[in-house]
Every structure is written in C-alpha cells, then in structure tokens.
C-alpha cells in the first residue's frame, strides 16, 4: 500500500466515522426526545394532579370505604386508556388499572385512605374541615395520585410503539385494614417484573430498611357476671383473665428474641366496678423484622391466653386482625431509583410555599432551617436502621421485586407522619409537588427497567437469593377483608 492511497482510506474511514457518530448521536437524540414524553407530561400536569389530589385531600374516606376516592383514580386512568379490574381480592374499592401489552410488567402501589379523627384543612394552625371526620395524616391523598401520575406517564412512552405492560394497584385500607395482603393473597401481584413503591416524609431518600413483620389480635373473654359486693363469689371475672394474661404477657417480654415489640390496649375492661365483668377483650400487636419470630410469639401468647382463662374459670376465643410480613427491599431497584431521584431533583417551594412550611414548622420548634429537606436530594442509598413499624407493603414485597422511595411532603422538625400538620401539608401545592417529582422519578426508572433486560433479570436475581428460588409465599392469617373496620 502506498502512501497516498493510504492517507485517501484514512480519509475515508475518518468521514465514514463522522457519519456513523452523527447517526448515533442522531439516534441517541431521537431516543431520548422519545423518552422524555412522559417527562413533559408530568412538568405540565400541575392543574390535574393538584385538582385530584386535593379532592381525595378534602373526601378523606377511611379503610374499605374510599369508594370516591377509589373512583376519581379510576375515571382519570380510564380517561388515559387503562383497562380497569374494580373490586379485585372481594374488596369494593381495590382495583388494578393495565395499559399495554406483554413484559417486562411494572407495577404502582397506590393508596387513598385517610385516618379517623384527623380531619384537618390546608391551614397552618388546626382546624378540622370537619369536626370528628377522617383526614389525611399520612398523606395517601399525594400517595395515590403520584403513582397514578407516574402510571399515565408511562403509557404515553409505552403508546409509542414500546414493548411492556404498567399495572397500577388502587390498594385500600394501608392504615390497618391491611388491604395488599389480600390483594396478595388473591395473587393480584403476580407476574410483576418489579413494583415501585413511595411514601410521603420529611426527607427525599431511597432506603433499604425492612419494617418489622406484625400481627395484630384480639383476645376476648368470657366469664360470669355478679353483683361486686353483694355476690362476688357467684362471679367469674373477665377481666381478671385479662389481667392475669397481660401479666404474663409484661413477664415474657424478657424472655423473647431481640427486636420483639409486644403493645397492647384493654379495649373492652367491663362497664362498672360494681359488676363483675362477664365480657372483657385485649387487643395487642406483636412484631419483630422476621415473621417467623412473630408467628412464634403470637403462638406463645395463645397459650398464656388459654392459661389466664383456665385459671380465672372464663373462657377465651380470639380473632387476628390483621397481619403483614416484613418488607424485603430489592437493593438493584433501589439504586435505579435513587440514580432517578437525583435526576428529578427534590421538591422546590416558591415563597409562598416556603412562608407557609415556615409557619408550621414553628407550631412543631422548627424554623426556616426545617425547610431545607425539601429540595436536598440524597447522594447515596440509606442503609437499613431498625424500624419498629409495620406495613401491607410487606407482604407485596414478598412475593415480587419491591422497592421503594420516600419523598420530602412535611418539614424536617417534630412533625411526624399521623398529624394535623401533616394532614394539611399534603393538601397544599407543596403535595403536589411532592408527588410530581414522585411520579418523575418512577417514570425515569420504568423507561431504564424497559429500555434494559439485563437490569430486569439482576433484579430478579436478587430476589430469588434473598427468598431462595422455590420459595413458597406463606399467609400470617386465614380472613376475609374487615370491610366494615372504619364503620
Ligand atoms: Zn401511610
């Protein structure tokens, strides 16, 4: 080959490249402007989720009765072309809502009941909307519409022509109606590649905690009613049995595995001191972050029942509640959410908004500095740290790939979730935000997931190690929903 010739192919081969990285370039370009059609739907959908959240806000229907709420949700995701299930799991008020076709399948949890007694308005001070009502303290009401959010954002990146399926689950009574774990035991989850899960907080941060596995049960006894002076003897106290039960109970708090919560309330102790009771009921909760272990205690507190009942001459049936597993969090997941969040960037108040967060951050001894959480986005995953509460998500983590993120809704000062205050928060435009930034940055991690098979099967790789690959879901309790709990 001679010189020329040689520098004329260089030549050749140098604009060849050229072209090749400009149809790349070209290619990369189209791509991501194909992608950031969900994007743009969300940055100019401010008025729609502002109007549904708030209504959801202002309804605040509690566990098995949000048949509003649960409607709003549905006719928006029906307007965007979702085929929607109503009722699913015997429940009037679940429903799953599927756009598209085939896999990979991403799922949504939404939830929209609201606590008893928490009614509260969108002031910085309290004041009930309406006396003795329920009210938003957990903030389901910005909980639902972001994954509803995130949901239609989807679909419009899956109408372009794209391959998968995104499934958003309309999940009732979270507060202790425990409405997944028989949306889960009815199989509603099944066939999920990997599920998305969030929840309102003071901080924006994508965590690996597992929250505790919990039962929760009704123990109730039955004796002889008397006369407490006149005829004592002729009595057989209920609520000695529930004394003598809760005392072995306090005895065997020393001798359980670490970690083990037991907490309980006399909820029905008689009704005068001078009858002796003949009905009298307990109600305790018990958990730990393994729900082998709780299992094991609630067995163990069955006997001490039994027990208390033999020796006060009563006898003694209970009823299990509700029950949830822990929650297994799908580290791989998490990593995609939190690269997501980072890119959606954190929740920023105008001074309008920041004047108000400044108001009720006062009420709790906070002050402009409680304000700072909202637009501070993490820089890395937050390692598990023991909490001591529980949730159904739990059970939907055990039977598919869950991970989950918070988003900053209250400010960072002692202002806990189950407040008036956050009750109001969440009904602001700072809720709105909050779950717009939700809802980016699930869209984000859908179109990854979509757009990356290999990420798909680490994800389930993950899964099937930590529950090893014929694992078998196990039920904590055999019942129908409690339909009528918040009647
Ligand atoms: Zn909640």
Redesign the pocket.
Known sequence: MNTITSTKCLIKVLSLSCIVALAISQTAFAQSKKDRIGMEYLESGFSTYDSIQKQIHDLAEPGYLEYESSEILIRHLEENGFTVQKGVADIPTAFIATYGSGSPVIGLLG?FDALPGMSQDTSAYQHPLKEGAAGHA???NI?GTATAASAVAISKWLAQGHKGTVKYFGCPA??GGGGKYYMTEAGCFEGCDAVFDW??SNANKVSLSTWKACMSVKFSFSGVSAHAGGSPWMGRSALDAVEAFDNMMNMMREHVPEGTRIHYIISDGGQAPNIVPSKAQVYYYFRNKDAKIVKEVFERALLAAQGAAMGTGTTMEYEIVNACHEKLVNRTLSEILLKNMQKAGGVILDDREMAYAEKLAATAGGDRSSCDNFAAVPAQLQEAVDIGTS?DVGEVSQMVPLASIEVACIPDCQIS?HTWQTASCVGTTIGTKALLSTAKVFYLSAIDLYNNPATIKAIRDEYEAAQGKDHKFSPLMDRKPPLDYCK
């Open positions: 939830e957990c903030g389901h909980l979270e507060e929840h309102p949730t979730l």
